[in-house]
């Protein structure tokens, strides 16, 4: 009986520590580039509203059947980070930079209404000039 449990509890000690190994490195591809843009395409509406930490929105239109989203209804506020990418240089922009049909990246912060088109917040805005 006793080698019974002795059994029994090394086979259960096995089974627990082989669930705790090491997580999955992270490919070359997730180190260069951590987070995609969620959106690129153009500026079809701005709206300025400056209510506190909200700046106003923006109606990103990309291509249709694009991925993750080809149409978005993006919040931008205080905390968003705005870039211009002109050739090989990305600069450091402002909310007044943007206007309509201007072509943008935009990453996304945290929850994506799945309505359509989808509602977020930016985290990032880079300006694309050079398209």
């Given amino acids: 009986m006793k080698l019974f449990k002795l059994v029994a509890i090394s086979l259960l000690g096995i089974v627990v520590l082989s669930g705790c190994s090491p997580s999955k490195p992270q490919s070359p591809v997730d180190i260069q580039n951590p987070k995609q843009s969620d959106i690129h395409g153009t500026i079809i509406k701005l709206t300025k509203k400056q209510a506190g930490e909200l700046l106003g929105s923006i109606l990103?239109?990309?291509?249709?059947?694009?991925?993750?989203?080809?149409?978005?209804?993006?919040?931008?506020?205080?905390?968003?980070?705005?870039?211009?990418?002109?050739?090989?240089?990305?600069?450091?922009?402002?909310?007044?930079?943007?206007?309509?049909?201007?072509?943008?990246?935009?990453?996304?912060?945290?929850l994506v209404a799945e309505s359509y088109p989808v509602q977020a917040t930016a985290e990032e805005i880079t300006i694309l000039k050079d398209e």
Avoid: C, M, W
């Fill in 60 to 110: 990103v239109e990309g291509r249709k059947g694009s991925k993750p989203y080809d149409q978005a209804l993006i919040k931008v506020t205080q905390r968003t980070i705005i870039y211009e990418k002109l050739a090989d240089k990305v600069v450091k922009s402002k909310f007044d930079a943007l206007h309509e049909n201007l072509r943008v990246e935009v990453r996304f912060i945290g």
